[in-house]
Nanobody, 114 residues
Framework: QVQLVESGGGLAQAGGSLRLSCTASRNIDDFNLMRWYHQAPGKQREFVSLLNKGGTTQYSPSAKGRFTISRDDSKNTIYLEMNSLKPDDTGVYYC????????WGQGTQVTVSS
């Protein structure tokens, strides 16, 4: 079993920045895919960004150019640097790590005020 713990959420103003973290209970090099998802209030969870084992990154159209996904293997942690925040970025952000099993964190709340 793997535990994923997100942190870094909070309240930000539009145009501001936040950095989310997701720390795994084991070596993140074990995972083929590491992803961030966003669930806005009353909406379905949506893909934001991924980082695969080979180092390739992908972003949703909304995140591209504003968000950056990265990893620190020494800390078993991935990050989502979020800049130029918009009120539409409000919601819960989840990390998802995939090996032969898919693991989810508990989520961290981000609230962006206009």
């Amino acid at each position: 079993q793997v535990q994923l713990v997100e942190s870094g959420g909070g309240l930000a103003q539009a145009g501001g920045s936040l950095r989310l973290s997701c720390t795994a209970s084991r070596n993140i090099d074990d995972f083929n895919l590491m992803r961030w998802y966003h669930q806005a209030p009353g909406k379905q969870r949506e893909f934001v960004s991924l980082l695969n084992k080979g180092g390739t990154t992908q972003y949703s159209p909304s995140a591209k150019g504003r968000f950056t996904i990265s990893r620190d293997d020494s800390k078993n942690t991935i990050y989502l640097e979020m800049n130029s925040l918009k009120p539409d970025d409000t919601g819960v952000y989840y990390c998802n790590f995939v090996s032969s099993v898919s693991y989810w964190g508990q989520g961290t709340q981000v609230t962006v005020s206009s």
